[in-house]
């Protein structure tokens, strides 16, 4: 796929003088950083109104087809069939922004003694293939395996990146979003799931074995790509950027902007 990739977007048109909402829909995973960066931008300029929702990627990248926002979050790249999409209804490819970097973490209880997974235990576990602790090193006990809805952007990228667009295991508790699936793992000594590295709060994350390393999802490992399962996060948008949505966007991708994403705990995209 090829995209027009731009730093800036905006879609809105003033009405009557004053300026409609930027309305930004999707990622789940995204939903608190982008919150984030609302609240501050908005602080900085209270003329301007940021709206924004989660409800999934592929929820985001649908209302983006629809009309119904401006700009779509996502932690996965659109589609192919998504791109197509747009293209027959507003005669463009579509916009990419990378706004962020993140790892994709998987979390245990933290009275689980593991400290790491290979990528290939990891698939096995999520194809239920490997259903007992002992299996990987772990106690006597059922793997109680938790992921997320196949809205989710970061269920698309577990599907794609880690299990090679294989199903994932009928037993698979599926949750709503990340931080219901890290309530879960908290409260389950026996649980696994995964999700991004921001949200690893009260659980443990596993490093990944590469090797004879055990690698974590850090910033550095992101940003060299070390970590086998580190992503970009994204804003998409239909149109020419402009006005409100363009000063958010360039707001996002400025240094205090992505001091911010350091701070809700991805990692910054330069």
Same mark, same amino acid.
């Given at each position: ?15 009557? #003088?004053?300026?409609?909402? +930027? $309305?930004?829909? &999707? !990622?789940? *995973? ?9 609240? /501050? ?5 209270? #003329?301007?109104?940021?709206? +924004? $929702?989660?409800? &999934? !990627?592929? *929820? ?9 926002? /401006? ?200």
């Amino acid at each position: 796929m090829s995209f027009i990739r731009i730093a800036v977007l905006a879609l809105l048109v003033p009405l009557s #003088g004053v300026a409609a909402p +930027v $309305t930004v829909k &999707g !990622s789940d *995973t995204m939903v608190i950083l982008v919150q984030r960066w609302a609240e /501050d931008f908005m602080k900085k300029n209270p #003329g301007t109104k940021i709206q +924004v $929702t989660g409800g &999934g !990627s592929g *929820t985001g990248i649908s209302a983006l087809l629809n009309g119904t926002t /401006d700009i779509a979050s996502s932690s996965r790249a659109i589609k192919e069939a998504e791109q197509e999409k747009l293209r027959g209804r507003y005669n463009t490819p579509g916009h990419e922004i990378a706004v962020a970097k993140d790892g994709v973490a998987f979390y245990v209880n933290e009275k689980n003694p593991l400290s790491s997974l290979t990528m290939n235990q990891l698939k096995q576990i999520y194809l239920g293939d490997i259903t007992n602790w002992k299996d990987v090193g772990g106690p006597d006990a059922k793997i109680i395996v938790y992921s997320r809805e196949n809205s989710s952007g970061t269920y698309v990228f577990v599907k794609d990146h880690l299990l090679n667009g294989d199903d994932f295991a009928a037993s698979a508790q599926t949750l709503p979003g990340t931080a219901a699936v890290v309530n879960a793992v908290a409260k389950e000594k026996f649980g696994i799931g995964y999700g991004g590295a921001a949200y690893g709060k009260g659980i443990r994350e596993l490093k990944v074995k590469v090797g004879d390393d055990e690698v974590a999802p850090s910033l550095e490992n992101v940003k060299s790509g070390k970590y086998p399962l580190a992503r970009d996060l994204y804003f998409y948008l239909r149109g020419k950027p402009a006005d409100e949505a363009k000063g958010f966007i360039d707001f996002c991708l400025s240094e205090p902007g992505q001091k911010i994403v350091s701070h809700v705990g991805y990692f910054p995209i330069r």
